[in-house]
């Protein structure tokens, strides 16, 4: 079993719409949670961090976290063709380690 | 405000041969991880530094070593490059007991031929 599992997509959303993420993780003990963009050809930037159940909002992003279901998402409101990109979610292990998903592709058609 | 600086952008070594990668980590930030990227795959950890000690190593052979200066910044080098070495390598920077979100740097996009 993955110790973070993401849906590979392409997940494909018109321009305006919401686009919904999806993560899980098999470490229950794990305490931090994050998103990263990547872009084509370019490094993973950090888009938001959740440390507590339940949601955690900005901008147009919302990050969801469920610790009694090993659930993570994250939302992606009024979805631009700029977000179109891979998503990574990473769970943070043993002080520090990441642990990243293979990455969900998001494209968003204008 | 720096972020986190990564140097080479790209590298093309033959198997076999030796590399070194270089990172600063961003102002104020004292800790660095390193990662490797394969093509269609998520990062993965290779090792992380705090006070220049390694803390933490990830599923990587021994030919994988780092370095971590008093300025905070970092080396990583690999030894006896295997064509499956080639990937992404990413630096990033923490707060260390400040906090525990990681920026990374551009990355060095290393080939092995």
């Known amino acids: 079993q993955k110790e973070v599992e993401q849906n590979s997509g392409p997940l494909s959303v018109p321009e305006g719409a919401i686009a919904s993420l999806n993560c899980t993780y098999s470490d229950r003990g794990s305490q931090s949670f994050f998103w990263y963009r990547q872009y084509s050809g370019k490094s993973p930037e950090l888009i938001m961090s959740?440390?507590?159940?339940g949601d955690k909002e900005d901008g147009r992003f919302t990050a969801q976290l469920n610790k009694a279901s090993q659930y993570v998402s994250l939302l992606i409101r009024d979805s631009q063709p700029s977000d179109s990109a891979t998503y990574l979610c990473?769970?943070?292990?043993?002080?520090?380690?990441?642990?990243f998903g293979a990455g969900t592709i998001l494209r968003v058609k204008s | 405000d720096a972020g986190v600086t990564q140097s080479p952008t790209h590298l093309i070594k033959t198997r076999g041969q030796q590399v070194t990668l270089r990172c600063s980590p961003k102002s104020g930030h004292d800790t660095v991880s390193w990662y490797q990227q394969a093509l269609g795959q998520g990062p993965q950890f290779i090792f992380q530094y705090y006070e220049e000690e390694e803390r933490q190593r990830g599923n990587f052979p021994d030919r994988f070593s780092g370095h971590q200066f008093p300025n905070y910044s970092s080396e990583l080098n690999v030894n006896a490059l295997l064509l499956g070495d080639s990937a992404l390598y990413l630096c990033?920077?923490?707060?260390?007991?400040?906090?525990?979100?990681?920026?990374f740097g551009p990355g060095t996009r290393l080939t092995v031929t």
């Open positions: 959740i440390y507590s159940n």
């Open positions: 990473a769970v943070n292990e043993y002080g520090n380690k990441l642990v």
């Open positions: 990033a920077s923490s707060p260390g007991t400040g906090g525990d979100e990681q920026y």
